[in-house]
């Protein structure tokens, strides 16, 4: 090995044993093309099942080629491995590594942790540059819409805004727009509008138009929303609301209440 990757791992070997939780690396090797990148896992104690990562890595939009463990034993410490796997987008276009590779990490050690659901809404993270908590949205949309009956399974709805990226994007502008304590602009939500309806005549198929529509239509009749609240520790709350005004809502089956509050969470 190289003795730049040599110090990598020694720095991440280092933040393992400091903290006890696993450490993350996405790289890529200088001999590998753009299509390929390599991803380590360092973790203490007993090596990790592939059988719990290899779905979460698919998920995210990748196809696992190889995996090499290693056994490091520091002097004074309890054993530690770090796994490497190499690994190719599953529709074998480039990983534009520098873009995604913050988000991809801490994506993945949300979903290790359960703080972030193990569904194909991640290959976004690749497929889209989209943050963790941006694809929260997403999910949580999907969510409603399947309580709400859309004819579409949850996978479908995966397959339609991982097909349609760009719109993916500006849906997630259009909830900001409307909800960013300090950025909800009613002008710019306009715009964004605008452009999703742009964007849709380039759909070819109806029923990923009428997913995206109804994804819009979702974030229009949204009232408030707790997105943005921090929890009590400043960080994120484990939990997501959102208050609809449910009679403006496409295709809700009746009776339709005045409002309502759809909550999310992956514990639920």
């Not at 500006?170 to 742009?198: M, T, Y």
């Not at 921090?230 to 005045?258: M, N, Q, T, W």
């Amino acid at each position: 090995f190289d003795a730049q990757y040599a110090l990598t791992d020694i720095a991440k070997i280092e933040d393992t044993l400091a903290t006890g939780t696993m450490a993350l690396n996405l790289y890529r090797p200088i001999e590998a093309p753009d299509t390929m990148v390599h991803f380590k896992i360092y973790h203490r104690g007993e090596a990790v099942a592939l059988s719990d990562v290899l779905p979460m890595l698919e998920n995210m939009g990748l196809r696992v080629l190889d995996e090499m463990p290693y056994q490091v034993e520091p002097a004074g410490q309890s054993q530690l491995w770090i796994h490497d796997f190499g690994v190719v987008r599953h529709d074998g276009g480039e990983i534009a590594l520098g873009e995604i590779r913050e988000a991809f990490e801490d994506s993945f050690a949300r979903i290790w942790s359960g703080e972030m659901e193990n569904d194909g809404f991640n290959r976004l993270v690749i497929g889209a540059g989209l943050h963790w908590r941006a694809i929260v949205i997403l999910r949580a949309l999907a969510k409603y819409l399947r309580q709400a009956a859309i004819p579409f399974s949850q996978a479908y709805m995966e397959d339609t805004l991982d097909a349609n990226t760009g719109l993916a994007h500006l849906l997630v502008e259009l909830f900001e727009k409307r909800f960013h304590p300090e950025e909800a602009s009613e002008a710019a939500a306009k715009k964004i509008l605008a452009r999703i309806e742009a964007e849709l005549e380039q759909v070819e198929s109806l029923d990923e138009d009428r997913i995206i529509r109804r994804f819009t239509n979702l974030i229009q009749a949204a009232l408030r929303t707790n997105f943005y609240q921090p929890a009590a520790d400043g960080g994120h709350k484990p939990y997501l609301s959102v208050k609809f005004d449910s009679k403006i809502i496409d295709e809700l089956p009746l009776p339709r209440p005045f409002r309502e509050i759809f909550v999310y969470s992956p514990r639920v």
